[in-house]
């Protein structure tokens, strides 16, 4: 089980769109349309934001989005809004049947 | 209104045994399974395992089987986890969650947060 990689940080203005990766292997990101991203606020449980790649959950913003190439899923976050500012996080289902979760990315709101 | 109700904080010294719960509502319990969520102080989420309530069929991740137990009694719709003796390294915020559909979680628990300190 290892982590999948994600930049530690990243940030942008009000209004701006950010994209965070999510690297992994054929054997979890690559070999799978099971990928979830997940919100976290500090002291908080996390939220589910998207999954299955591409699918928001019923009351999620339309200004997240999600995509995936190869071994590399992504999250985009369109006209960012300070509420946005929270850590984030990947999650893909693995060829042993378990769920591996990203390193988190902290984004910041300037 | 699916909600998942965990037990509350924990104080614990190393070498005692502890049995966590989440309590779920608002839906099939059995019908789906629910994960156990590792965080520990300022670092990432770790998952730990799942269990299947409607018959406790259960998985681990490699790095805590053997370390912990999941169990879950369906008739009182509760998830547990529990460790039988502690140490300092446990010490984390444990989240339980719903598995939707195998392969992300829809529905959180609140947290328990344990400690473990001599």
């Known amino acids: 089980q290892s982590a999948l990689t994600q930049p530690a940080s990243v940030s942008g203005s009000p209004g701006q769109s950010i994209t965070i990766s999510c690297t992994g292997t054929?054997?979890?990101?690559?070999?799978?349309?099971?990928v979830s991203w997940y919100q976290q606020h500090p002291g908080k449980a996390p939220k589910l934001m998207i999954y299955?790649?591409?699918n928001r959950p019923s009351g999620v913003s339309n200004r997240f989005s999600g995509s995936k190439s190869g071994n590399t899923a992504s999250l985009t976050i369109s006209g960012l809004q300070a509420e946005d500012e929270a850590d984030y996080y990947c999650?893909?289902?693995?060829?042993?049947?378990?769920?591996?979760f990203g390193t988190g990315t902290k984004v910041t709101v300037l | 209104e699916v909600q998942l109700v965990q037990s509350g904080a924990e104080v614990k010294k190393p070498g005692e045994s502890l049995k966590i719960s989440c309590k779920g509502s608002?839906?099939?319990?059995?019908?789906?399974?629910i994960g156990w969520v590792r965080q520990m102080p300022g670092k990432g989420l770790e998952w730990m395992g799942i269990?299947?309530?409607?018959?406790?069929?259960?998985r681990y991740s490699p790095s805590f089987q053997g370390q912990v137990t999941i169990s879950a009694d369906k008739s009182i719709s509760t998830a547990y986890l529990q460790w039988s003796s502690l140490k300092a390294s446990d010490t984390a915020m444990y989240y339980c969650?719903?598995?939707?559909?195998?392969?992300?979680?829809?529905?959180w628990g609140q947290g328990t947060l344990v400690t473990v300190s001599s």
């Open positions: 608002g839906y099939s319990f059995t019908s789906y399974w």
């Open positions: 999650s893909s289902y693995t060829s042993s049947s378990t769920l591996d």
């Open positions: 299955d790649v591409s």
């Open positions: 269990i299947y309530p409607g018959d406790s069929d259960t």
């Open positions: 054929s054997s979890d990101v690559g070999g799978y349309n099971y």
């Open positions: 969650a719903r598995d939707a559909m195998g392969d992300y979680f829809d529905y």
